[in-house]
């Protein structure tokens, strides 16, 4: 059996042998061997920029290339395309602008230039209609927020004909016009200066004015804000012929003549 001093003589020269592997294996195990803490981070950010430039020489680099070149996207984005294509209305000279509404003898045809290209927004309303008014200011303020387009109002009743050729069954009903011709109805039963101006903007690519908001003078006209109550003179003619027709069928039935004192009637024997 070996001594203790030879166990020991056997253990350092394995150590001996082990430190010499190991300081043959490079710089980088030296420095990690030193005791110096910024030689051993040096190496650390070495090694880290040792690896990216790997990946990146793999194809796995996001943000950097091989080539250097910065990385190019396709920032083409297909144009809208909207269903009319509107000339803006020659606003030069024109401090405010209003809604235009026509009385019982304009014609809504001779307003609308058949010839332009010109986008007017018309609006069929009568006064007595709540709903024609809680639009009311809402439609008031559009033309400040598109002064480049037209905007008439008329009352459906005073212009049954034009109800009547444009199929204005209810009220309010609004449409969208490019000359003489009617384009587009506005169908939302939200009627607000927010879902108007969208619905002109879809139609037309008019961008609307910054000035979005609904004003105390948009409250006061030129459509009215307050429905007015008044006779309806065609429904009172319309009950009035009813009754008296009906009267008249009853008088000259068979069956009332037997109640009429005075009738001579026929005998079947």
């Known amino acids: 059996m070996s001594s203790a001093p030879d166990r020991l003589r056997g253990v350092a020269i394995w150590l001996i042998i082990a430190g010499l592997v190991r300081l043959s294996d490079g ?4 420095v990690a061997g030193s005791s110096d803490p910024e030689q051993v981070l040096g190496a650390q950010a070495a090694e880290m920029e040792q690896l990216a430039g790997e990946a990146c020489a793999e194809g796995r680099c996001e943000t950097e ?22 000339d803006r209305r020659n606003i030069s000279g024109t401090e405010s602008f209003s809604v235009q509404v026509l009385n019982a003898s304009q014609d809504l045809m001779e307003l609308l230039n058949a010839n332009s290209t010109e986008c007017s927004l018309v609006l069929f309303y009568t006064t007595w209609c709540q709903f024609s008014a809680n639009l009311a200011p809402h439609f008031n303020a559009l033309p400040r927020v598109f002064p480049s387009m037209h905007f008439l109002a008329l009352d459906a009743s005073q212009h049954s004909s034009l109800s009547t050729r444009f199929g204005t069954v209810a009220v309010p009903n609004i449409l969208l016009f ?29 961008e609307a004015s ?10 006061a006209g030129p459509l009215p804000a307050v429905p007015v109550k008044g006779i309806d003179w065609l429904f009172v003619f319309s009950v009035l012929f009813i009754s008296g027709f009906t009267v008249y069928a009853i008088l000259c039935s068979d069956s009332i003549r037997w109640l009429i004192p005075g009738q001579d009637h026929e005998h079947q024997d």
């Open 27 to 30: 710089d980088a195990v030296e």
């Open 65 to 86: 290339t091989v080539t250097g070149e910065t990385p190019t996207h396709n920032l083409t984005e297909t144009p809208k395309t909207y269903k009319l294509t509107c």
């Open 178 to 206: 490019q000359g003489a011709k009617p384009m587009a109805r506005f169908n939302q039963t939200d009627r607000t200066l927010e879902t108007l101006s969208s619905f002109i903007t879809n139609q037309t690519g008019f």
């Open 210 to 219: 910054p000035d979005q908001a609904v004003l105390e003078e948009d409250h």
